[in-house]
């Protein structure tokens, strides 16, 4: 899941949340709310849930990339900040007997051991690219680029191993 741990106002309203919010968050927990993109949406809907593990990814910052971890506590449902004609995830189209979008709540976990870089997530998907490794088909970089993004069991391992290295 990408959020962006800057902030960016949106009709006078901070949109940033990081993952240090999350840690922050009563119970360390909070809504991952606000998605808008049908893509997206459909793998909160139909594949998120209880227990699964998420990397935290933060982007549209100075050096993006994976900071931590954190768990579905909560499977999907509607997206309150739709109905809201205040709040900047607003859609008129939307109603609460047929809602449009959906989020999950997420459960801070712990921090990587070290920062995972999108440099250095691309240079190893390159490299697998080649040598058909673990992170050949990451969606990350296979697919559009999406706040919330599938990841095999494969990746997650490769991603988790890659925590311990020295790489960076």
């Known amino acids: 899941m990408k959020s962006e741990p800057n902030s960016r106002f949106e009709n006078g309203i901070d949109m940033k949340f990081s993952f240090d919010d999350l840690k922050a968050s009563p119970n ?7 998605v808008r993109n049908y893509q997206a949406r459909n793998f909160i809907r139909d594949q998120m849930k209880i227990g699964h593990d998420v990397f935290f990814y933060h982007s549209n910052c100075k050096e993006p990339g994976i900071i931590g971890q954190c768990k579905v506590v909560k499977e999907s449902y509607p997206d309150h900040t739709q109905f809201d004609p205040k709040d900047p995830h607003y859609d008129r189209t939307s109603s609460k007997d ?4 959906f989020m ?10 070290r920062f995972i870089s999108l440099a250095e997530l691309k240079k ?3 490299d697998h690219l080649k040598n058909g490794g673990p992170l050949r088909n990451l969606a990350l970089f296979t697919k559009a680029r999406l706040s919330v993004q599938p990841i095999s069991q494969e990746e997650w391992d490769y991603i988790l191993k890659m925590e311990s290295s020295d790489e960076s």
């Open 28 to 34: 360390q927990t909070s809504c991952w709310d606000g």
């Open 98 to 101: 047929n809602p449009k979008w």
């Open 104 to 113: 999950v709540d997420v459960k801070y976990v712990r921090p990587l051991q």
């Open 124 to 126: 190893a998907h390159l």
